[in-house]
């Protein structure tokens, strides 16, 4: 998992990331976005744009935002219909979906 967006992204979601990304890798939910881990290409662009600093390397995610690592990787894999690695967020456009532990 190279970069993870965080709690801070939860009903707020700028987008400023978004337009930032060259590997269009950063896929929007219902409440908040997500880094899909293997499309990321590890160039941090998204990370400085973010106004709500809500964006993190993992290797330096705080303490207090380590289980959005997980939330991230798991958003592609879980659900009725999981999004695995679709190859790029401007073709799937809103999902309408987030993982559990964001949803609820």
């Known amino acids: 998992m190279p970069y ?57 995610l705080p303490d207090d935002r380590k289980p959005y690592e997980r939330i991230n990787a798991e958003f592609f894999t879980l659900g009725e219909q999981p999004l695995g690695s679709p190859g790029g967020a401007r073709k799937v456009g809103r999902t309408g979906q987030d993982h559990p532990e964001v949803g609820a």
Request: net charge negative.
């Open 4 to 60: 993870v967006i965080t709690d801070a992204c939860v009903d707020v979601m700028d987008k400023s990331c978004m337009e930032e990304c060259p590997a269009d890798c950063i896929y929007e939910g219902d409440r908040m976005l997500y880094i899909q881990p293997d499309e990321c290409v590890e160039c941090g662009r998204c990370e400085p744009v973010c106004p709500q600093i809500s964006i993190f390397h993992h290797e330096d």
